[in-house]
C-alpha cells in the first residue's frame, strides 16, 4: 500500500516496498507500523489530503469507460406543465419578440423593419479626385466616375480648357487636336493608344486577370495610320521617334 501525502511545497511518500525512484524523502518501514495520525502529529505536518491508491474494483476498458458523476447536467424540460415552474409560456412570458422562436437577439443596426439610419442617411465624401503627379489612365477616369460606361474607349474633348491649368500625363484612346494642344500648353503630355476588347477590359478590371495579356497593335489600316501619326500624339508615332533617336 503507498499513501502520498501532498503539502503545498512538500510531499513525503509512505510505502511499505521502499523501491521508488528520486523520493522527496525515504521514510523506514518501522515507522509505517505506528498510527498514521500520530505520524502525522509527529511530523507537525497539517494533511491537506491524501490519496490511497487501490485496484480499480471494475476492470477499465473501452466498453466501461463512463463520465464522472454530475459531469452531464440533463437539460430542463419546459413546456410540459404548471407543476413544473417552466410550462405553457416557458418562462417567456406573453407574447412579444422575445417571447417567438428562433433568433431572439436582432441583427446590429435592425430597427424593427424600417428604413435604419445607415440607409436613410448613406456616408458622403469625394470619390472623383484625381492625383495629378502620376499618369493618368482610363482605369483612373473610370474609378474615379469621370466617366462611366466605356464600351469602347474614352476620347478627350477641349470642353472647359479656359479652366484647366494643371500639367498632367494621360493617356486614353483618342484625342482631339485642341485639347492636346491645352494640355501641352499648361505642361502635361498626351498619349493616344489602341485599344482592342481583352486590352479595355485588361485597363479597367485589372484584378481579374492572373497575368495582365499584352496589347496587340491595330489591324486596320485607318487605325494604323491614324495612331502612327505624331499630330494625333499615336503611340505608334512615339515609339518610331524613340527608335530613331536611340539610333
Given at each position: ?159 472647359g480648357s479656359e479652366h484647366f491649368k494643371t500639367p498632367i500625363t494621360i493617356e486614353v484612346a483618342r484625342a482631339s ?71
Amino acid at each position: 500500500m503507498t499513501i502520498f501525502i501532498r503539502e503545498p511545497l512538500l510531499r513525503y511518500v509512505v510505502t511499505s516496498i521502499g523501491g521508488l525512484s528520486k523520493p522527496s524523502h525515504i521514510i523506514s518501514c518501522s515507522i509505517i507500523r505506528h498510527d498514521i495520525n500520530s505520524f502525522l502529529s509527529r511530523l507537525n505536518v497539517q494533511r491537506h489530503y491524501a490519496t490511497i491508491l487501490q485496484k480499480p474494483k471494475r476492470p477499465i476498458g473501452l466498453g466501461t469507460l463512463k463520465d464522472n458523476p454530475k459531469a452531464v447536467k440533463k437539460p430542463k424540460r419546459v413546456g410540459r406543465g404548471p407543476a413544473s415552474g417552466r410550462g405553457k409560456t416557458c418562462g417567456r412570458g406573453q407574447k412579444g419578440q422575445k417571447a417567438r422562436g428562433g433568433n431572439r437577439t436582432p441583427r446590429r443596426g435592425f430597427e424593427g423593419g424600417q428604413t435604419p439610419l445607415s440607409r436613410a442617411f448613406p456616408k458622403h465624401g469625394f470619390h472623383n479626385i484625381i492625383d495629378p503627379t502620376k499618369p493618368i489612365t482610363m482605369k483612373e477616369l473610370n474609378d474615379t466616375r469621370c466617366v462611366h460606361g466605356i464600351k469602347d474607349g474614352v476620347k478627350l474633348l477641349a470642353d472647359g480648357s479656359e479652366h484647366f491649368k494643371t500639367p498632367i500625363t494621360i493617356e486614353v484612346a483618342r484625342a482631339s487636336h485642341e485639347a492636346i494642344k491645352v494640355i501641352e500648353k499648361a505642361g502635361g503630355n498626351v498619349t493616344c493608344r489602341y485599344f482592342n476588347r481583352l486590352a479595355l477590359r485588361a485597363t479597367l478590371k485589372p484584378e481579374k486577370f492572373w497575368k495582365i495579356p499584352k496589347f496587340a497593335d491595330p489591324v486596320k489600316a485607318r487605325d494604323k495610320e491614324w495612331y502612327s501619326d505624331i499630330k494625333n500624339r499615336g503611340y505608334l508615332a512615339k515609339k518610331a521617334l524613340v527608335a530613331n533617336t536611340n539610333q
